[in-house]
């Protein structure tokens, strides 16, 4: 099809209109975002690529966790290093902090004896 679009996209050494920078798997238009990724020749949105190419989930935000990445682990989850913070003060925990969980969600030590006495059980 000729090109009628004032500009187009490069994405994966290839141009693309802007309209046909889509994904593979769920056919959302990517000539908006901010990322693509691409495997064997196919573009995937960031969300069907995780789903479908990712090892593990993060614990906090439930996205994708590649090989590369250097992550926390408590228990039998895995988080990236961002998001291995307390989930009421935010504060960022690292190897040594002392901290509790209930469920996936990271508390430091003072908010998850605070939510213990709360439940009644501190």
Avoid: P
């Amino acid at each position: 099809e000729k090109i009628q679009d004032r500009f187009f996209l490069h994405a994966v050494d290839r141009q693309w209109h802007s309209a046909c920078l889509k994904c593979c798997e769920c056919d959302v238009r990517l000539d908006c975002e901010l990322t693509c990724f691409s495997k064997d020749g196919r573009i995937y949105c960031r969300e069907d690529y995780y789903r479908r190419f990712a090892v593990q989930r993060c614990g906090r935000c439930h996205l994708g966790i590649t090989a590369r990445e250097m992550v926390m682990r408590a228990r039998e989850f895995v988080y990236h290093l961002a998001c291995f913070t307390c989930v009421t003060c935010d504060k960022a925990l690292t190897t040594g902090d002392e901290f509790g969980m209930q469920g996936s969600a990271i508390y430091c030590r003072y908010h998850y004896e605070a939510f213990l006495r709360s439940e009644g059980r501190y």
